[in-house]
C-alpha cells in the first residue's frame, strides 16, 4: 500500500545540469517526451526557441561537452548550416538542443547555453 509514484516519475526521466550565460547553474528534469530544447525553455531557462523546434533559428544552440557531443549521431546538413553562423560555435560541441532528442544516454549531462547572436 505504499505510494511508489513519486520514484517511479523520477526514474523515467533524465537529470540536465545546465550552465546558464551568466556562468549559474541549474539541475533539471528532462523528461522522455521532451527535445532538449523543451526541457531547457519549460524549466524558465532563457532559450528562445523562436521557430518552435523545427532547426530554421539557432535560438536554442548549445555546447555538449566533447565526450558527450561524440556519442551522438551526426547534425543534419540544416542544424550544421544554421550553427556554423551562429556565435561561439565549436565543430565539436555545438548542437540545435531541438535537434537532440531524450535519451537514457544523457542522463547527468552538463549543457552549456551558447552566447545569444
Ligand atoms: S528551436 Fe529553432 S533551431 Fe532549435
Redesign the pocket.
Known sequence: MSNTSMSNTAMSSNTLTVVDREGATHDLEWEPDQSM?EALRDNDLPVL????????????HVFLEQDVFSTLEERSEDELE?LVEAEGYRECGSR????VGFSRDLNGVTVTLAPED
Open positions: 530544447m526557441a523562436s521557430c518552435g523546434g523545427t532547426a530554421s533559428c539557432a535560438t536554442c544554421l540545435l538542443s531541438c535537434q
